[in-house]
């Protein structure tokens, strides 16, 4: 029995190691991909850019004066840049993401073996 | 099942798996080095780097600064590397079964197949678990003893263990059990084909839209087949409805687990700011101060079950445009869970348009009322329908809405309604109001007839069900206990039997206290019997044993209510067979237990059969009932039986529903019985035909569990006469039906009795029996004070000869007993000539002499 299951574990070492990279560019990928969009639509739906646009001419706290609407205005434009810069940040952050996981096991291969 | 028709005709079903003995002893030891290798990874991942940076931090302390150096240049930097390495390995190890889209279920999958193989639909551990029993069973077992086998490699799977903790079976007992049997197990001739098994796992797995078949499926084919391991569940007294019943449970709480840890992970279930996406909103301290902002709890609500419907169409009628709806239901329907369920909705996104970004708010009427105290109701009003409609954003919850409306301070609902109609019609609010059917059908104004209603059902047992099973992990934790499958349908059943809600908050009210008295207890499990234990402590009747105590009860019913009660054995007799019969046939239970009609001068013991019916059958004479029909004699009397007709404005429930709504369980005595009014008769008609009665409130009562009783002297001259004449009583019956009862009955009343009794006169020798148990329950009551009360044969007599009236029957008996003894009796008490340890002599002239005790003088 011991020598079947060590003859196995050979076997499935092998094939691990000869499957992995499959599973490392393809489901592995898209499942990493996936949840990144998830979160990214998550984030969209939290920074609602397309409705604070949209709204850029109401005024905040329903405060209807003059100076009230040119300051709400103003607040908004500010607000939507930011809204705008985190949304960008995090996009490139998510592609970076995704960028290190497509090199990473090819930089520890180097690492491991390019230098002997 | 149209699909088994595609599924045995279309489809040929394979199974590729080989199963001798070296393809089994392959596979598992396949199984054991890829477990082998799993741990191995675990073990390099969570130790290797670190391991490798602490041997960094001893052999170089001065040069941690160079970091690069010490991981791609140092001797051992090739150990930190592969352990990366094995980081990666490691996480596609655990992400590996994650699929990119979910398993469409089997029913699915196989439409469109020609052949299939089923073992590849089979999980992983299932296959490793048939592999292990195939072992076994290659140590020389006949094919019938493998589903034991399978049972017990079964049983160490988690997902089985947790479906036995919830079927309240003692897993190691059960483990136990079956080592025990499979030691004895003697060849027979039953054949058992392992095939028909899988394929009926299989098709298990498809006809219950799960993806796989895995150890669940498995259990369920092994109790849904004719084999060892069902006959050992069934001594258990598990059946194959609750094997699948929890099966489904645990899937069902799964699916709920991982939505909640989906929303959570993608949070979606967060505390949400004052201030709403937009920034358009405005705060409104005075509402805060008399509400509570739901979208801002609305992350810590329990789950919404099973009111997709519902929510649909209040999302319809907003979405059309009408900002005012009022949800009408019964108290307990979840209307306010349905409420919690559209702040859940609104927190998530997952809502129409109009309803985007909205705040939910209740209004609480006392909170305003308290705020405003010195008058200023107006004003305060005034200034929160400002806040309101300012804000511009509110979707207001008005509770019990009507109530609201008809609050008299200061015309202060009439300022309300005007300025919420002002804001409903200018579309600065959403008003969402709730109401029960009668208060809704009597509320005026403008306000709630420009209001869309919306209809709540109240949830069926099934649903009911669900509810109970997804509240149970969470009271679970709450109170830590631990709920059995069966405690939830018995829960569901017995709350008939109390009607404080609708359902299913009636049921989940139930569970609640259930769980707390457990947990108060110290008791872990909430199991069948606790609930039928505490519900029998609620409803005040044994229906834990209803069935035990009801047959013991049965055989002996004659010895029983011969203990205090004398003759009328034609009576006693046919009372106690015409409930045997009802009780012995498979019962419809839509009838009362027994309904009688006695028949009889008066005096004879026709109400006091009644009684120790009541305390026989149901345990006290409290389970009585008694109505004297004399006062139903006018159809308008009808509303104190039953309560006045709907739209009337009263919720007095009348006398009967109250007195069966607080006593499920009793006699139900019927005095007089032809005096009523037909109208009356015919109430009760229905009773006895359907068992149950719906109350001007609408409210349905159950009257299943009652024995009616009505006396009536009808005809009691004629009854006499032929008596006299010496005629059967079947010959009485008969004339009485034909010519007394119907006077006053119609034949269809008549038919619906189980037995009409006749109760003769009483003769002296009976009336001397009564007068003697008249003076022992007499006796007995003395005896608690420590007085002996002793009487001769002669007194016995005297007392029947005074008390016996042949057109009275025994009736003036009491009086006599009242009258000569007991009211002597308290005088030699109150006067301290009668003092406890006495002994007291009645004497033939029912006079009383007192034999002191020896006292001491302390």
Same mark, same amino acid.
């Given at each position: 029995?011991?020598?079947?299951?060590?003859?196995?574990?050979?076997?499935?070492?092998?094939?691990?190691?000869?499957?992995?990279?499959?599973?490392?560019?393809?489901?592995?990928?898209?499942?990493?991909?996936?949840?990144?969009?998830?979160?990214?639509?998550?984030?969209?739906?939290?920074?609602?850019?397309?409705?604070?646009?949209?709204?850029?001419?109401? %005024?905040?706290?329903?405060?209807?004066?003059?100076?009230?609407?040119?300051?709400?205005?103003?607040?908004?434009?500010?607000?939507?840049?930011?809204?705008?810069?985190?949304?960008?940040?995090?996009?490139?952050?998510?592609?970076?993401?995704?960028?290190?996981?497509?090199?990473? %096991?090819?930089?520890?291969?180097?690492?491991?073996?390019?230098?002997? | 099942?149209?699909?088994?028709?595609?599924?045995?005709?279309?489809?040929?079903?394979?199974?590729?798996?080989?199963?001798?003995?070296?393809?089994?002893?392959?596979?598992?030891?396949?199984?054991? *080095?890829?477990?082998?290798?799993?741990?191995?990874?675990?073990?390099?991942?969570?130790?290797?780097?670190?391991?490798?940076?602490?041997?960094?931090?001893?052999?170089?302390?001065?040069?941690?600064?160079?970091?690069?150096?010490?991981?791609?240049?140092?001797?051992?930097?090739?150990?930190?590397?592969?352990?990366?390495?094995?980081?990666?390995?490691?996480?596609?190890?655990?992400?590996?079964?994650?699929?990119?889209?979910?398993?469409?279920?089997?029913?699915?999958?196989?439409?469109?197949?020609?052949?299939?193989?089923?073992?590849?639909?089979?999980?992983?551990?299932?296959?490793?678990?048939?592999?292990?029993?195939?072992?076994?069973?290659?140590?020389?077992?006949?094919?019938?003893?493998?589903?034991?086998?399978?049972?017990?490699?079964?049983?160490?799977?988690?997902?089985?263990?947790?479906?036995?903790?919830?079927?309240?079976?003692?897993?190691?007992?059960?483990?136990?059990?079956?080592?025990?049997?499979?030691?004895?197990?003697?060849?027979?001739?039953?054949?058992?084909?392992?095939?028909?098994?899988?394929?009926?796992?299989?098709?298990?797995?498809?006809?219950?839209?799960?993806?796989?078949?895995?150890?669940?499926?498995?259990?369920?084919?092994?109790?849904?087949?004719?084999?060892?391991?069902?006959?050992?569940?069934?001594?258990?007294?598990?059946?194959?409805?609750?094997?699948?019943?929890?099966?489904?449970?645990?899937?069902?709480?799964?699916?709920?687990?991982?939505?909640?840890?989906?929303?959570?992970?993608?949070?979606?279930?967060?505390?949400?700011?004052?201030?709403?996406?937009?920034?358009?909103?405005?705060?409104? %301290?005075?509402?805060?101060?008399?509400?509570?902002?739901?979208?801002?709890?609305?992350?810590?609500?329990?789950?919404?079950?099973?009111?997709?419907?519902?929510?649909?169409?209040?999302?319809?009628?907003?979405?059309?445009?009408?900002?005012?709806?009022?949800?009408?239901?019964?108290? $307990?329907?979840? @209307?306010?869970? @349905? @409420?919690? $369920?559209?702040?859940?909705?609104?927190?998530?996104?997952?809502?129409?348009?109009?309803?985007?970004?909205?705040?939910?708010?209740?209004?609480?009427?006392?909170?305003?009322? #308290?705020?405003?105290?010195?008058?200023?109701?107006?004003?305060?009003?005034?200034?929160?329908?400002?806040?309101?409609?300012?804000?511009?954003?509110?979707?207001?919850?008005?509770?019990?809405?009507? =109530? /609201?409306?008809?609050?008299?301070?200061?015309?202060?609902?009439?300022?309300?309604?005007?300025?919420?109609?002002?804001?409903?019609?200018?579309?600065?609010?959403?008003?969402?109001?709730?109401?029960?059917?009668?208060?809704?059908?009597?509320?005026?104004?403008?306000?709630?007839?420009?209001?869309?209603?919306?209809?709540?059902?109240?949830?069926?047992?099934?649903?009911?069900?669900?509810?109970?099973?997804?509240?149970?992990?969470?009271?679970?934790?709450?109170?830590?206990?631990?709920?059995?499958?069966?405690?939830?349908?018995?829960?569901?059943?017995?709350?008939?039997?109390?009607?404080?809600?609708?359902?299913?908050?009636?049921?989940?009210?139930?569970?609640?206290?259930?769980?707390?008295?457990?947990?108060?207890?110290?008791?872990?499990?909430?199991?069948?019997?606790?609930?039928?234990?505490?519900?029998?402590?609620?409803?005040?009747?044994?229906?834990?044993?209803?069935?035990?105590?009801?047959?013991?009860?049965?055989?002996?019913?004659?010895?029983?209510?011969?203990?205090?009660?004398?003759?009328?054995?034609?009576?006693?007799?046919?009372? *106690?067979? *015409?409930?045997?019969?009802?009780?012995?046939?498979?019962?419809?239970?839509?009838?009362?237990?027994?309904?009688?009609?006695?028949?009889?001068?008066?005096?004879?013991?026709?109400?006091?059969? #009644?009684?120790?019916?009541?305390?026989?059958?149901?345990?006290?004479?409290?389970?009585?009932?008694?109505?004297?029909?004399?006062?139903?004699?006018?159809?308008?009397?009808?509303?104190?039986?039953?309560?006045?007709?709907? $739209?009337?404005?009263?919720?007095?429930?009348?006398?009967? /529903?109250?007195?069966?709504?607080?006593?499920?369980?009793?006699?139900?005595?019927?005095?007089?019985?032809?005096?009523?009014?037909?109208?009356?008769?015919?109430?009760?008609?229905?009773?006895?035909?359907?068992?149950?009665?719906?109350?001007?409130?609408?409210?349905?009562?159950?009257?299943?569990?009652?024995?009616?009783?009505?006396?009536?002297?009808?005809?009691?001259?004629?009854?006499?006469?032929?008596?006299?004449? $010496?005629?059967?009583?079947?010959?009485?019956?008969?004339?009485?039906?034909?010519?007394?009862?119907?006077?006053?009955?119609?034949?269809?009343?008549?038919?619906?009795?189980?037995?009409?009794? /006749?109760?003769?006169?009483?003769?002296?020798?009976?009336?001397?029996?009564?007068?003697?148990?008249?003076?022992?329950?007499?006796?007995?009551?003395?005896?608690?004070?420590?007085?002996?009360?002793?009487? =001769?044969?002669?007194?016995?007599?005297?007392?029947?000869?005074?008390?016996?009236?042949?057109?009275?029957? *025994?009736?003036?008996?009491?009086?006599?007993?009242?009258?000569?003894?007991?009211?002597?009796? =308290?005088?030699?008490?109150?006067?301290?000539?009668?003092?406890?340890?006495?002994?007291?002599?009645?004497?033939?002239?029912?006079?009383?002499?007192?034999?002191?005790?020896?006292?001491?003088?302390?």
């Amino acid at each position: 029995m011991s020598l079947t299951v060590f003859y196995f574990f050979i076997i499935t070492v092998f094939r691990q190691i000869i499957t992995f990279p499959a599973w490392w560019y393809t489901q592995g990928l898209a499942l990493l991909i996936i949840h990144l969009y998830r979160m990214q639509v998550i984030q969209l739906k939290n920074l609602a850019i397309f409705s604070w646009i949209r709204h850029l001419f109401t %005024p905040m706290f329903h405060d209807y004066t003059f100076v009230g609407r040119i300051l709400s205005f103003i607040f908004r434009i500010f607000i939507i840049g930011g809204k705008l810069v985190i949304l960008i940040v995090s996009l490139g952050l998510r592609l970076v993401v995704v960028i290190l996981y497509i090199f990473f %096991p090819i930089f520890v291969i180097y690492a491991l073996f390019g230098r002997f | 099942m149209p699909f088994l028709v595609g599924f045995n005709m279309a489809i040929s079903i394979k199974w590729d798996l080989k199963i001798d003995r070296e393809s089994i002893t392959n596979r598992i030891a396949k199984r054991h *080095a890829e477990a082998i290798w799993k741990t191995i990874l675990a073990v390099v991942s969570y130790l290797g780097l670190p391991l490798y940076f602490i041997y960094i931090f001893i052999s170089y302390p001065d040069r941690l600064s160079d970091f690069d150096q010490l991981i791609f240049t140092e001797k051992y930097a090739w150990i930190f590397w592969v352990c990366v390495l094995f980081i990666l390995f490691y996480i596609r190890e655990k992400n590996k079964n994650k699929k990119i889209k979910s398993t469409p279920p089997l029913s699915e999958y196989i439409l469109h197949k020609k052949e299939i193989c089923i073992d590849s639909h089979f999980t992983e551990e299932l296959l490793h678990i048939i592999d292990l029993s195939l072992k076994d069973k290659r140590k020389n077992y006949p094919d019938q003893i493998y589903p034991l086998l399978l049972f017990r490699r079964l049983l160490s799977s988690k997902q089985i263990k947790i479906l036995f903790i919830r079927l309240a079976v003692n897993y190691n007992k059960i483990q136990r059990v079956i080592n025990q049997i499979i030691k004895d197990f003697h060849e027979n001739n039953d054949r058992f084909n392992i095939k028909v098994l899988f394929h009926k796992a299989f098709d298990i797995a498809v006809r219950n839209y799960r993806a796989q078949v895995g150890v669940l499926e498995m259990m369920e084919a092994l109790v849904a087949i004719d084999n060892p391991v069902k006959n050992i569940l069934i001594d258990l007294n598990i059946r194959e409805g609750d094997v699948s019943g929890v099966i489904r449970w645990i899937y069902e709480s799964e699916e709920i687990m991982r939505k909640t840890k989906e929303e959570t992970k993608y949070g979606i279930k967060r505390k949400r700011h004052w201030r709403n996406q937009l920034w358009t909103s405005t705060v409104t %301290p005075l509402l805060d101060r008399v509400g509570v902002d739901l979208t801002h709890q609305a992350y810590s609500f329990y789950p919404m079950i099973d009111r997709e419907e519902e929510m649909k169409r209040i999302f319809e009628i907003i979405e059309s445009g009408e900002y005012g709806i009022v949800l009408i239901g019964e108290k $307990g329907v979840g @209307i306010t869970k @349905i @409420i919690e $369920g559209i702040a859940q909705k609104i927190i998530s996104g997952d809502v129409p348009k109009s309803l985007y970004d909205k705040r939910m708010h209740t209004l609480s009427i006392g909170k305003l009322l #308290a705020l405003s105290q010195g008058g200023r109701l107006k004003d305060v009003i005034n200034q929160l329908t400002y806040e309101i409609k300012r804000s511009g954003d509110i979707i207001l919850v008005l509770e019990d809405l009507p =109530s /609201i409306l008809s609050v008299n301070t200061e015309d202060a609902a009439v300022v309300l309604e005007q300025l919420l109609l002002d804001a409903l019609e200018n579309r600065n609010i959403i008003l969402i109001g709730s109401a029960d059917h009668e208060t809704y059908k009597q509320a005026r104004g403008s306000l709630i007839s420009a209001m869309q209603p919306v209809e709540i059902e109240e949830m069926d047992s099934n649903k009911t069900l669900q509810i109970l099973q997804t509240m149970a992990p969470y009271l679970e934790y709450e109170y830590g206990v631990f709920i059995t499958y069966q405690a939830l349908p018995k829960i569901v059943e017995l709350s008939q039997y109390i009607h404080d809600y609708a359902q299913p908050a009636q049921s989940v009210q139930i569970l609640r206290q259930v769980c707390q008295i457990a947990a108060s207890q110290k008791i872990k499990l909430v199991s069948r019997e606790l609930v039928e234990q505490e519900l029998s402590r609620m409803v005040n009747l044994p229906l834990s044993s209803v069935s035990d105590y009801e047959s013991k009860i049965l055989i002996n019913l004659e010895k029983l209510i011969y203990k205090k009660y004398i003759n009328q054995k034609d009576a006693v007799s046919s009372i *106690a067979s *015409a409930l045997r019969r009802r009780r012995t046939q498979v019962q419809s239970g839509e009838r009362p237990i027994g309904t009688f009609l006695f028949l009889g001068p008066t005096g004879v013991g026709k109400t006091y059969l #009644a009684k120790r019916l009541a305390e026989v059958y149901f345990g006290s004479s409290d389970k009585m009932i008694r109505l004297d029909m004399s006062e139903y004699q006018e159809p308008q009397s009808i509303r104190n039986l039953i309560g006045a007709p709907k $739209g009337t404005g009263s919720t007095d429930e009348g006398i009967l /529903i109250e007195a069966v709504k607080k006593n499920p369980f009793s006699v139900i005595l019927l005095d007089e019985f032809e005096k009523a009014h037909s109208d009356i008769l015919n109430i009760f008609l229905q009773i006895m035909e359907d068992g149950r009665i719906t109350s001007s409130l609408g409210i349905t009562y159950d009257f299943t569990h009652t024995i009616i009783i009505a006396t009536s002297n009808a005809g009691a001259v004629r009854l006499q006469n032929m008596l006299k004449e $010496g005629k059967s009583m079947d010959e009485i019956k008969e004339v009485l039906k034909s010519e007394e009862l119907n006077k006053y009955f119609k034949p269809e009343l008549l038919n619906r009795f189980d037995n009409i009794i /006749i109760f003769k006169p009483l003769d002296f020798l009976q009336v001397m029996a009564i007068a003697k148990i008249l003076l022992d329950e007499l006796a007995e009551r003395l005896s608690e004070k420590d007085i002996k009360l002793e009487y =001769s044969e002669e007194a016995v007599k005297t007392l029947a000869k005074e008390g016996f009236n042949p057109t009275q029957g *025994a009736r003036p008996l009491r009086r006599v007993i009242q009258d000569k003894i007991e009211d002597e009796i =308290s005088k030699l008490i109150l006067s301290r000539s009668l003092k406890a340890r006495d002994k007291i002599l009645l004497k033939e002239d029912l006079t009383i002499e007192i034999i002191p005790a020896k006292h001491y003088n302390l």
